[in-house]
């Protein structure tokens, strides 16, 4: 096994590495017609020993060391070539050149590495580093897609622009962050990013579309995190009430929740998900927001009567159904309480308790007062509706016993009577 690449070695280092000159033209075809034997049957070995695998963890050490073993020669013949070069191309309209002879081997040794890759993927070494040339063609085409990026900065915040921009520049700078794994990452974290028109550019918040997108692609960088928390808090603290805030937060919990993550990805591996992170914050601050609000609904004057302290109004409607029912009772004039919201919501809220709401804030209450959507109008309709079915149904009933008593005979109407 050790001496699997040993001809292709040998070609490479000791024939297409050095002085052209100690290479004979007649050689030329010979050689490549050697390399691709030598592919064919490295092919057909690897398919072997895989088929008739009886280690799993020495098979992956093995096929690490062979794609070790092949990017190392990719990188050898790459840098004796022009190293700036992306499109190695073959002259074909002149005889075969000692160039030619060199880019023939390479794209055989990279059609082998593109084998093993495929054909064997769950032992193939992600955190190696790619073939030199594939990190300068995926330097070039990330480069384009961050200058594609900076088009757009005067609808992206600065902050969130930077940080999106972040893992390119890494991938760019550092050559110790070109693995497969980052490799394949970014491939994908271009194309969810730019997967917009232009003509879409007007009619989408753009730096929503980045969020919701960098939270799909598990981006877990720490700079992502905290600038994801430091614009919920600052938008939470603009909000007047600790009720609203802690709806607020509730909203935000709920679209990072539905936001569908790609399976097994992550900038950061082995790192805690982004939205998993997100979710633990939110739900510590609403956490400490309905803490503070329980210490100031305590605090709160205790409505004065002779009833059990402990009793409340017990309804199956939620909190926003109750206060679109309590509006509805003071414009249809049931109520004489107008202009009077705020008492009314809260001596309401505190001798209710609503479906899953065991006690009710009175500022919540006061805030759906004034909301409502066609959900919570039609529970409330199909509530009002079955009182107004009872009603009838009673005068129903009111009808059909005064139709009985009518047509008794005389006698039992006697003994009714007199009775």
Same mark, same amino acid.
């Given at each position: 096994?050790?001496?699997?690449?040993? +001809?292709?070695? =040998?070609?490479?280092?000791?024939?297409?590495?050095?002085?052209?000159?100690?290479?004979?033209?007649?050689?030329?075809?010979?050689? +490549?017609? &050697?390399?691709?034997?030598?592919?064919?049957?490295?092919?057909?070995?690897?398919?072997?020993?895989?088929?008739?695998?009886?280690?799993?963890?020495?098979?992956?050490?093995?096929?690490?060391?062979?794609?070790?073993?092949?990017?190392?020669?990719?990188?050898?013949?790459?840098?004796?070539?022009?190293?700036?070069?992306?499109?190695?191309?073959?002259?074909?309209?002149?005889?075969?050149?000692?160039?030619?002879? @060199?880019?023939?081997?390479?794209?055989?040794?990279?059609?082998?590495?593109?084998?093993?890759? =495929?054909?064997?993927?769950?032992?193939?070494?992600?955190?190696?580093?790619?073939?030199?040339?594939?990190?300068?063609?995926? +330097?070039?085409?990330?480069?384009?897609?961050?200058?594609?990026?900076?088009?757009?900065?005067?609808?992206?915040?600065?902050?969130?622009?930077?940080?999106?921009?972040?893992?390119?520049?890494?991938?760019?700078?550092? %050559?110790?962050? =070109?693995?497969?794994?980052?490799?394949?990452?970014?491939?994908?974290?271009?194309?969810? +990013?730019?997967?917009?028109?232009?003509?879409?550019?007007?009619?989408?918040?753009?730096?929503?579309?980045?969020?919701?997108?960098?939270?799909?692609?598990?981006?877990?960088?720490?700079?992502?995190?905290?600038?994801?928390?430091?614009?919920?808090? $600052?938008?939470?603290? @603009?909000?007047?009430?600790?009720?609203?805030?802690?709806?607020?937060?509730?909203?935000?919990?709920?679209?990072?929740?539905?936001?569908?993550?790609?399976?097994?990805?992550?900038?950061?591996?082995? @790192?805690?998900?982004?939205?998993?992170?997100?979710?633990?914050?939110?739900?510590?601050?609403?956490?400490?927001?309905?803490?503070?609000?329980?210490?100031?609904?305590?605090?709160?004057?205790?409505?004065?009567?002779?009833?059990?302290?402990?009793?409340? &109004?017990?309804?199956?409607?939620?909190?926003?159904?109750?206060?679109?029912?309590?509006?509805?009772?003071?414009?249809?004039?049931?109520?004489?309480?107008?202009?009077?919201?705020?008492?009314?919501?809260?001596?309401?809220?505190? &001798?209710?308790?609503?479906?899953?709401?065991? $006690?009710? =804030?009175?500022?919540?209450?006061?805030?759906?007062?004034?909301?409502?959507?066609?959900?919570?109008?039609?529970?409330?309709?199909?509530?009002? &509706?079955?009182?107004?079915?009872?009603? @009838?149904?009673?005068?129903?009933?009111?009808?059909?016993?005064?139709?009985?008593?009518?047509?008794?005979? %005389?006698?039992?109407?006697?003994?009714?009577?007199?009775?």
């Amino acid at each position: 096994m050790l001496s699997l690449l040993e +001809i292709l070695e =040998s070609l490479v280092l000791g024939k297409l590495t050095t002085n052209p000159n100690e290479t004979s033209d007649q050689n030329y075809g010979e050689i +490549i017609a &050697i390399a691709q034997a030598e592919q064919k049957k490295i092919k057909n070995k690897l398919f072997e020993t895989c088929f008739n695998i009886t280690d799993e963890s020495r098979f992956e050490l093995y096929i690490h060391k062979v794609q070790n073993d092949i990017t190392h020669l990719l990188d050898q013949l790459y840098n004796f070539l022009d190293s700036e070069e992306t499109i190695l191309s073959i002259n074909q309209n002149s005889p075969l050149s000692f160039k030619d002879l @060199q880019i023939s081997v390479y794209y055989i040794l990279e059609d082998l590495l593109d084998y093993i890759e =495929s054909q064997f993927p769950k032992y193939f070494n992600l955190e190696a580093a790619i073939p030199n040339r594939k990190r300068v063609i995926a +330097i070039r085409q990330f480069s384009d897609n961050l200058e594609d990026l900076y088009k757009y900065q005067d609808l992206i915040p600065s902050k969130l622009l930077v940080i999106t921009g972040l893992p390119i520049k890494n991938f760019i700078k550092d %050559p110790s962050t =070109s693995t497969y794994r980052c490799y394949y990452y970014l491939q994908r974290y271009m194309k969810e +990013i730019f997967n917009f028109r232009n003509s879409e550019i007007q009619r989408v918040d753009l730096s929503y579309y980045i969020i919701r997108k960098l939270i799909r692609l598990n981006f877990n960088l720490v700079n992502f995190l905290n600038f994801i928390t430091s614009e919920i808090r $600052n938008n939470v603290n @603009q909000l007047d009430t600790l009720s609203e805030k802690i709806d607020q937060l509730s909203l935000y919990l709920k679209e990072i929740n539905q936001t569908l993550v790609i399976p097994e990805i992550g900038y950061i591996p082995h @790192q805690r998900s982004i939205k998993g992170l997100l979710s633990e914050w939110i739900i510590e601050e609403v956490y400490h927001l309905d803490k503070s609000l329980h210490k100031s609904l305590t605090k709160a004057p205790i409505v004065q009567n002779k009833l059990d302290e402990n009793f409340k &109004i017990q309804t199956d409607l939620s909190v926003p159904q109750y206060a679109f029912l309590l509006r509805t009772f003071v414009e249809t004039g049931l109520f004489k309480n107008k202009d009077q919201d705020k008492a009314l919501t809260k001596l309401f809220a505190f &001798i209710t308790k609503t479906k899953g709401a065991e $006690n009710i =804030s009175p500022e919540s209450l006061r805030k759906l007062f004034y909301k409502d959507d066609e959900k919570v109008r039609e529970v409330v309709k199909t509530a009002i &509706i079955k009182m107004l079915n009872y009603i @009838q149904t009673l005068n129903i009933l009111l009808i059909l016993l005064n139709t009985c008593i009518t047509d008794l005979p %005389p006698v039992m109407d006697t003994m009714i009577t007199f009775s």
